[in-house]
């Protein structure tokens, strides 16, 4: 029996833990530093360190790490044995200060965008004291932001730290505004819902498609895939059950609040849920996951897909990032009052929400963007590539009256004003929820749907916490300097509501017809990587990353050029191990059962020895037909690739690989998938879709 409270946390250098085991005043100061910011001394530090290394190897560690991440998307470590060799040629256990606050990887090998020379190899990690440290395996992790010598962020954490700290002060600038002088910050929480497949270890091995890209390339349509609606939340296999049993107990010791567990729509596919948490805390914790579970489903003989789609035909994997404010009372700044002033409040920082997504729709399409969330996006199973927001019916009635000047339903005989009437009570669950919206408010959150299985959140919330605190920066600054704060506000939500009601869409995304009236609301359709990334260094968006203090400019022409290589590199491998499986794998299976079929269509006992069947005749003429039709296909695709690698710059290679390579990619798929039906079983040249999915 597995005691839950006395497991969670247990790998977790935690708040309890460091209260437990350093002195009063060391924990007083370290306090100081994690609540308001105030820098660490190298004295506390060095006791830190000590009770830290005490604890740790306690717990079976004999190194430690600067675990980071890096902008490879995933993340980082060096490990350094705590030994120290003394003169008698023993060695002691040590760790200090200095190592636990800074460390010194070499840079040179991450991604940076052509900012430095790969020579140039100085890079820095710097604790982030405000999460924990943690034992994994035999090595104590200590989270850090990652920097270059000269001093701009290499990694996720720093500019998602940096947001955090603009859409504080912003926010508090607000709160300032309606009399709340007691809240010391106001933070942003998320709670990312992870998709991912499930599949046999064996197979997996057998499919270099997987192995290569963690997706399939080919594959025919099973004869049963999820058109039953039998899979959702279906009860769960015997396999997965222990899977899921272990993973949730690796993920209590290190504190990571596993909440839900279900199958997902897709047959394989599955869902954890967890508790949400404090913004970068939460970024941490979903990176940590996504690699624990990798690792667990291996002790259980399975492998685990965090790619967006795994499998064609059938629904990809997001990750559905809840996203709230709240202040250091408590209070969620998206949650409706009772009261006057607290809806007052409430519809001004929801009104800076609409304001930011629609002004910046570019920078959170592009924030989720990827290689792999191109194949989802928009596919009938995700929300669109078109980004809007879903309100609900109450409070688009609230907002539209408020908009209009028109009295509210339940306010029949006056118009509503701000700050003096009382909104009707807006229920958490007051409408359905709209599972084809990608911003969707749901009761005291907004749900942002696009960000793809295997995305960092780092990435989507720094774009989230940036756009937000900077709409909340015009407000104040309107504000503040307002005579009459009553009828400014009131002047405020109605004109912004008004000009940025385009955002607002509570209808059904996946309908052909919202393609069209998006575009007549001038919305943005931006399908893939390149067509997104065209956007990022649009002057609007470099002066809001800038003004914050987010992103230096040379840090964005870095992340544009970083983002265009990855995806090049990921559609150059793709196409790599296509050819590689049409040549070493489908063309020889097919050849080996045309050949069978030849020698069993012959009928030696015959007059005529030669003569075959009608149905074998025409069967081995479709083989022979498809056989060459694939190796045509082929010849074009490795032609085009080879066309696009040498197109120019990355924008001009990405654009050539979704103008030229990827149609090719398609067709070269359509054929060698016409074929696998056609095979005998055992000539198939790897596992099937059936295989895959329903051998669990």
Not at 406 to 429: C, E, F, Q, R
């Amino acid at each position: 029996m597995v005691n839950v409270p006395e497991l969670f946390g247990s790998l977790v250098f935690n708040q309890k833990v460091m209260q437990e085991r350093l002195p009063k005043e060391t924990f007083k100061a370290l306090k100081k530093t994690l609540d308001d910011g105030e820098p660490l001394r190298l004295d506390v530090a060095n006791q830190v360190a000590h009770a830290m290394k005490e604890w740790a190897i306690e717990k079976g560690a004999t190194h430690f790490t600067h675990w980071f991440q890096p902008l490879t998307g995933i993340t980082a470590e060096k490990h350094d044995s705590f030994i120290t060799p003394q003169d008698d040629g023993t060695v002691i256990m040590t760790f200090s200060g200095k190592e636990l606050v800074k460390g010194e990887p070499d840079a040179s090998s991450f991604p940076s965008g052509g900012r430095r020379a790969t020579f140039e190899a100085r890079g820095y990690t710097v604790w982030d004291p405000t999460a924990y440290p943690f034992v994994k395996e035999h090595t104590l992790c200590i989270p850090t932001a990652f920097c270059s010598y000269t001093g701009e962020a290499l990694d996720k954490k720093t500019p998602l730290l940096r947001s955090m700290e603009a859409l504080n002060k912003q926010a508090l600038r607000i709160l300032r505004l309606f009399g709340n002088n007691t809240a010391t910050h106001v933070a942003t929480t998320v709670g990312p819902e992870q998709e991912y497949f499930i599949v046999d270890e064996k197979l997996y091995n057998q499919r270099k498609d997987l192995r290569m890209t963690g997706r399939t390339l080919f594959g025919a349509k099973p004869s049963k895939g999820q058109e039953m609606d039998d899979q959702y939340f279906a009860a769960l296999k015997p396999r997965i059950v222990e899977f899921m049993e272990d993973l949730n107990n690796t993920l209590w010791k290190y504190g990571i609040l596993s909440k839900t567990e279900h199958n997902e729509v897709a047959p394989a596919q599955h869902e954890m849920a967890p508790i949400f948490s404090t913004t970068n805390l939460s970024a941490d914790q979903n990176q940590l996951t996504m690699e624990v579970m990798k690792k667990v489903a291996r002790r259980h003989g399975l492998v685990c897909l965090l790619h967006e789609k795994p499998f064609a035909g059938l629904n990809g994997s997001g990750k559905h990032n809840n996203w709230s404010m709240s202040t250091s009372e408590g209070e969620n700044l998206l949650e409706p009052g009772a009261t006057p002033e607290k809806n007052a409040q409430f519809l001004l920082f929801l009104t800076a929400v609409i304001k930011a997504v629609d002004e910046y729709q570019d920078l959170l399409r592009i924030s989720v963007a990827s290689a792999g969330n191109d194949h989802r996006l928009g596919a009938n199973e995700a929300p669109p590539a078109i980004i809007s927001m879903y309100l609900g019916d109450e409070l688009h009635a609230v907002l539209e009256s408020i908009k209009n000047g028109t009295p509210y339903d339940n306010k029949k005989n006056s118009k509503m004003t701000i700050g003096a009437d009382v909104l009707p009570p807006i229920p958490k669950d007051s409408t359905d929820r709209n599972r084809t919206s990608p911003f969707a408010f749901t009761g005291n959150k907004f749900e942002f749907r696009s960000v793809g299985s295997s995305l960092s959140i780092s990435g989507p919330n720094t774009t989230l916490d940036s756009i937000v605190a900077y709409v909340l920066k015009q407000f104040a600054d309107e504000l503040e300097g307002a005579k009459d704060f009553s009828s400014a506000l009131q002047t405020l939500i109605k004109r912004e509501i008004t000009a940025h009601w385009r955002i607002v869409f509570n209808g059904n995304g996946y309908d052909a017809s919202w393609v069209q009236e998006a575009e007549k609301r001038g919305l943005m359709n931006l399908r893939t990587l390149p067509d997104a990334m065209e956007h990022y260094l649009d002057p609007k968006n470099v002066k809001l990353f800038t003004e914050l203090g987010v992103y230096t400019e040379v840090e964005m022409q870095s992340h544009h050029e970083i983002k265009l290589e990855k995806y090049c590199q990921i559609l150059n491998i793709e196409v790599e191990t296509m050819l590689e499986m049409v040549n070493k794998d489908i063309l020889p299976s097919v050849f080996k059962y045309i050949n069978a079929v030849s020698n069993t269509a012959i009928n030696l006992n015959a007059v005529v020895p030669t003569a075959k069947c009608t149905a074998e005749t025409a069967l081995l003429a479709k083989l022979d037909g498809l056989a060459n039709e694939l190796v045509e296909k082929a010849e074009v695709l490795s032609r085009r690739h080879l066309e696009a690698k040498e197109a120019g710059d990355y924008i001009a290679v990405a654009r050539a690989y979704v103008d030229s390579v990827i149609p090719a990619m398609t067709e070269t798929r359509a054929v060698a998938d016409q074929l696998e039906p056609l095979l005998g079983e055992e000539y198939k040249p790897f596992p099937s879709y059936e295989d895959l999915l329903f051998r669990i």
